[in-house]
């Protein structure tokens, strides 16, 4: 079975070819940072029209890498939703249009399912599982229990994870995307201990029993603390406030994901697992690409008997590759698409 996948929900044009023997026959990425850097931010209008410019050509490059003709594929996939819907329905389109002229299946992917099937691209991980998917957009733990079949058990209750990464950034000066830069600059820190002792951000409702995450608070910090250094003298150390912000923010995903393994396993669930299988903690969405936060992840999952699963840093920001295995998913499970399915600018993976 093979699956041409299409992204385009946000600011990354994302083509791939997949098989059901999880071999990535193609992988195109055209990424528009250099577009959005000027305003610091993705302007939905602008990242539409940049898909539309460049999709075309990429679909055509990724069969030719493929080796394929589009007679080849068994189905194309698109993501469908949730993300920017000028972007969506640039992509959906164009897949309902190879499919529709080459009298293939449609297959409509919800951009959460993706990323939260994407480790499944590189082995054989048994449902059910947790899912703590973290990204600009989406801060969510889920229960995972099949092919569409979702929980969910936690939720932000105001800004995402990827959020208080990129505004944070953008506060202390450095350039879009924030996340990887703050990561950067973060690991230019001599002293974590020292920097925690100078800023000392707090884990945002560390006592609460509920699983839900906030991180409102964290920015509004940040911004206390630049404007309190950051004046004539400019006592401001960028690189200890991002390396405290960081751990902060590992140790609250961290934090969350341990309660959230202790209720899956006080459910009962690892008895639905084949013998032997250790259940397993799946960590996803960009930020999963945070080497500091997957290793705050590993501790915690080692610590409950978890199994963690990222998928490798290619496939952690959005990417076709995932978007083409959630549809070989799908299709395996016979849950394809009429040709009038409509784009959802949100679309809730439960």
């Given at each position: 079975?093979?699956?041409?996948?299409?992204?385009?929900?946000?600011d990354?044009?994302?083509?791939?070819?997949?098989?059901?023997h999880r071999t990535?026959?193609?992988?195109?990425?055209?990424?528009?940072?250099?577009i959005?850097?000027?305003?610091?931010?993705?302007?939905?209008?602008?990242?539409a029209?940049?898909?539309?410019?460049?999709?075309?050509?990429?679909?055509?490059?990724?069969?030719?890498?493929?080796?394929?003709?589009?007679?080849?594929?068994?189905?194309?996939?698109?993501?469908?939703?949730?993300?920017?819907?000028?972007?969506?329905?640039?992509?959906?389109?164009?897949?309902?249009?190879?499919?529709?002229?080459h009298?293939k299946p449609?297959?409509?992917?919800?951009?959460?399912?993706?990323?939260?099937?994407?480790?499944?691209?590189?082995?054989?991980?048994?449902?059910?599982?947790?899912?703590?998917?973290?990204?600009?957009?989406h801060?969510q733990?889920?229960?995972?229990?099949?092919?569409?079949?979702?929980?969910?058990?936690?939720?932000?209750?105001?800004?995402?994870?990827?959020?208080?990464?990129?505004?944070?950034?953008?506060?202390m000066?450095l350039?879009?995307?924030?996340?990887?830069?703050?990561?950067?600059?973060?690991?230019?820190?001599?002293?974590?201990?020292?920097?925690?002792?100078?800023?000392?951000l707090?884990?945002?409702?560390?006592?609460?029993?509920?699983?839900?995450?906030?991180?409102?608070?964290?920015?509004?910090a940040?911004?206390?603390i630049i404007?309190?250094?950051?004046?004539?003298?400019?006592?401001?150390?960028?690189?200890?406030?991002?390396?405290?912000?960081?751990?902060?923010?590992?140790?609250?995903?961290?934090?969350?994901?341990?309660?959230?393994?202790?209720?899956?396993?006080?459910?009962?669930?690892?008895?639905?697992?084949?013998?032997?299988?250790?259940?397993?903690?799946?960590?996803?969405?960009?930020?999963?690409?945070?080497?500091?936060?997957?290793?705050?992840?590993?501790?915690?999952?080692?610590?409950?008997?978890?199994?963690l699963?990222?998928?490798?840093?290619?496939?952690?920001?959005?990417?076709?590759?995932?978007?083409?295995?959630?549809?070989?998913?799908?299709?395996?499970?016979?849950?394809?698409?009429?040709?009038?399915?409509?784009?959802?600018?949100?679309?809730?993976?439960?």
């Open positions: 079975m093979i699956i041409l996948g299409i992204e385009t929900s946000c990354e044009t994302a083509v791939a070819v997949v098989d059901d990535v026959r193609s992988h195109l990425v055209l990424s528009q940072i250099d959005h850097c000027l305003t610091g931010g993705v302007v939905p209008e602008v990242a029209r940049a898909h539309l410019d460049h999709l075309d050509r990429l679909i055509l490059e990724a069969m030719k890498q493929a080796d394929l003709n589009f007679s080849d594929l068994d189905g194309v996939a698109a993501t469908c939703g949730p993300g920017l819907i000028g972007g969506v329905m640039v992509g959906m389109m164009a897949a309902k249009s190879v499919a529709l002229a009298s449609f297959i409509a992917v919800n951009h959460l399912e993706a990323h939260a099937l994407t480790p499944r691209l590189i082995r054989d991980i048994p449902f059910p599982y947790l899912v703590l998917l973290v990204s600009g957009g801060t733990i889920l229960l995972a229990q099949d092919i569409g079949r979702y929980q969910l058990w936690a939720t932000t209750r105001d800004d995402a994870v990827g959020e208080c990464f990129d505004k944070s950034a953008k506060m000066g350039p879009y995307p924030g996340g990887p830069h703050l990561e950067k600059l973060a690991a230019q820190c001599d002293d974590l201990f020292l920097a925690r002792a100078r800023y000392p707090a884990i945002p409702m560390q006592y609460s029993k509920d699983l839900a995450f906030s991180f409102s608070g964290l920015k509004t940040v911004r206390q404007d309190r250094e950051s004046g004539a003298e400019d006592t401001l150390n960028r690189a200890y406030l991002a390396a405290a912000l960081q751990d902060v923010i590992a140790q609250t995903l961290s934090l969350r994901a341990s309660q959230a393994m202790e209720k899956f396993i006080a459910a009962g669930y690892p008895a639905h697992l084949p013998l032997g299988a250790p259940p397993a903690l799946i960590v996803c969405g960009g930020v999963s690409a945070n080497l500091v936060i997957r290793a705050a992840l590993e501790r915690a999952a080692q610590a409950q008997g978890f199994e699963m990222a998928p490798p840093l290619q496939y952690c920001t959005d990417n076709g590759a995932m978007i083409a295995w959630a549809g070989v998913e799908l299709l395996k499970a016979g849950r394809t698409a009429p040709l009038n399915f409509k784009a959802r600018p949100r679309w809730p993976l439960e």
